[in-house]
T-cell receptor, first 114, second 115 residues
Framework: EPEVTQTPSHQVTQMGQEVILRCVPISNHLYFYWYRQILGQKVEFLVSFYNNEISEKSEIFDDQFSVERPDGSNFTLKIRSTKLEDSAMYFC????????????FGPGTRLTVT | AQTVTQSQPEMSVQEAETVTLSCTYDTSENNYYLFWYKQPPSRQMILVIRQEAYKQQNATENRFSVNFQKAAKSFSLKISDSQLGDTAMYFCALLFTSGTYKYIFGTGTRLKVLA
């Protein structure tokens, strides 16, 4: 069964460094998302991406964040200058555009900013 | 504002018993879907059950069923014959069928199944 993959599973970085979180969505899916979950808290929407552009972004998704789908396969989230409060689990999800409206989640990347 | 509320931060249930997790939401939209996701210790998000708002019939998936009360904006999850593997965080989520199809999640309920 196709699945969403994410790399790395765990990333440790120093404050102020740039990180790139990578996702490979399911190949025939059309909509892509990043969500964030700070430890012990709820899952929060960051950004949605459709037709090679951002379709919606949350208040959390400020100028430090960017997303790309560089090669039609990967979907990346870049944080330019990490802060301590960026420490969280980041989930990628994709959705084929069907009426099931089910998003398929990757296993997540745990980002630790020290 | 569109919000999802889960008022039970933690619950426990004896193995083989039944437990109900509550979820309420607030929206003025008419066209939406509701979901329950399970997040075990591995942190993977796993779909448990889905309910279309236009359907009056409550969704069921094996031991999992929902009580969907559209007028009350309530969407509770019932787990029957609870198993140790049901121990997890459970999130209720709301999705609108217009716009970007993003999920709006509740704060979660941590369920522990006791042997």
């Amino acid at each position: 069964e196709p699945e969403v993959t994410q790399t790395p599973s765990h990333q440790v970085t120093q404050m102020g460094q740039e990180v790139i979180l990578r996702c490979v969505p399911i190949s025939n899916h059309l909509y892509f998302y990043w969500y964030r979950q700070i430890l012990g808290q709820k899952v929060e929407f960051l950004v949605s991406f459709y037709n090679n552009e951002i379709s919606e972004k949350s208040e959390i998704f400020d100028d430090q964040f960017s997303v790309e789908r560089p090669d039609g396969s990967n979907f990346t989230l870049k944080i330019r200058s990490t802060k301590l409060e960026d420490s969280a689990m980041y989930f990628c999800a994709s959705f084929p555009g069907t009426r099931s409206y089910e998003q398929y989640f990757g296993p997540g990347t745990r980002l630790t900013v020290t | 504002a569109q919000t999802v509320t889960q008022s039970q931060p933690e619950m426990s249930v004896q193995e083989a018993e039944t437990v109900t997790l509550s979820c309420t939401y607030d929206t003025s939209e008419n066209n939406y879907y509701l979901f329950w996701y399970k997040q075990p210790p591995s942190r993977q998000m796993i779909l448990v059950i889905r309910q279309e708002a236009y359907k009056q019939q409550n969704a069921t998936e094996n031991r999992f069923s929902v009580n969907f009360q559209k007028a009350a904006k309530s969407f509770s999850l019932k787990i029957s014959d609870s198993q140790l593997g049901d121990t997890a965080m459970y999130f209720c989520a709301l999705l609108f069928t217009s716009g970007t199809y993003k999920y709006i999640f509740g704060t979660g309920t941590r369920l522990k199944v006791l042997a």
